[in-house]
């Protein structure tokens, strides 16, 4: 774990900044909060667990900013976000025991299809939908297994609940933007617990990530709700398919392995001229 030297705090708050005003839009501030603590010589599970706690303010941030825009249906959000809450502490305690490759491989598919979604969609709109599930199947499926994969893997969280928003609950964009970030927090604080009990937390970084994270996605926030879809949208595309990308620059990564090794066997096999 690295020296806690001013420069490097300063750096890394910066960084919450920004990465707390793109998560409080669009969700996917971990790309750069994540790459940037292992770049300051955390190792990986410090780096998760420092994470959780920066993460933690920003999410707080984003929801009580739109709590105070009253655009939280807290009647169907709060039993949400205990699944939510449960999933992130379950995901945690069973980090260890999931198949993290495997999910690495499965996760730019889906990122790249939430982006292809939100691009074509005629649904992300000021206006509500039709749902095509129920609140309470929502809460034991949706919220319950996201909080999981967000407890145990994490890109593209805010993402997925963002997608079962709109297209499974018909939420128009901006209750689905306030829903997800009140559903990411609790999420975040069910694995953050975890994390805090099995140590590993840089507490000087985290809480100064943190500031820096409660601050940028304060003015996420007001930007959301100021332009609505018009920016909501094209920052979900451009914020999924940066995380396909990021997971898939991973050389370790089952999918661009066998993606690789296709395309080797594919020149391999053509015939010589």
């Known amino acids: 774990m690295p020296d806690t030297d001013i420069w490097l705090v300063a750096l890394l708050a910066l960084v919450g900044v920004l990465a707390g005003f ?10 750069l909060t994540v790459p940037a603590l292992l770049s300051a010589g955390f190792d990986p599970a410090a780096a998760l667990a420092t994470n959780k706690l920066q993460s933690s303010f920003g999410s707080f941030s984003a929801a009580l900013t739109f709590a105070r825009a009253d655009k939280i249906g807290w009647r169907d959000a709060v039993p949400m ?3 939510a809450f449960i999933g992130g502490v379950a995901g945690a305690t ?15 598919l889906l990122l790249i299809a939430v982006a292809v979604y939100f691009l074509l969609s005629p649904r992300l709109s000021a206006r509500e939908g039709r749902p095509l599930l129920s609140p309470r199947l929502f809460t034991l499926t949706v919220a319950l297994g996201v909080g999981f994969y967000d407890g145990s893997f994490g890109p593209g969280t805010g993402s997925f609940f963002m997608i079962g928003f709109v297209a499974l609950l018909g939420l128009p964009v901006m209750q689905a933007v306030a829903q997800t970030k009140l559903l990411n927090f609790a999420s975040n604080v069910g694995a953050l617990l975890f994390f805090a009990l099995a140590g590993g937390i840089h507490l000087p970084i985290g809480i100064a990530m943190g500031i820096g994270q409660y601050a940028g996605a304060r003015l996420g926030a007001g ?8 920016i909501v949208r094209p920052l979900l595309v451009i914020v999924s398919t940066a995380m396909a990308a990021r997971l898939l620059l991973d050389p370790a990564n089952p999918l661009r392995i066998a993606i690789v090794s296709a395309i080797e066997a594919l020149f391999a096999g053509a015939p010589g001229p």
């Open 94 to 108: 069973l980090i260890k025991a999931m198949p993290a490759h495997l999910l690495a491989g499965v996760m730019p």
């Open 22 to 31: 793109i998560d409080a839009i669009a969700g996917g501030g971990g790309l």
């Open 223 to 230: 930007v959301a709700l100021r332009n609505g879809a018009r």
């Open 81 to 83: 976000a205990v699944a």
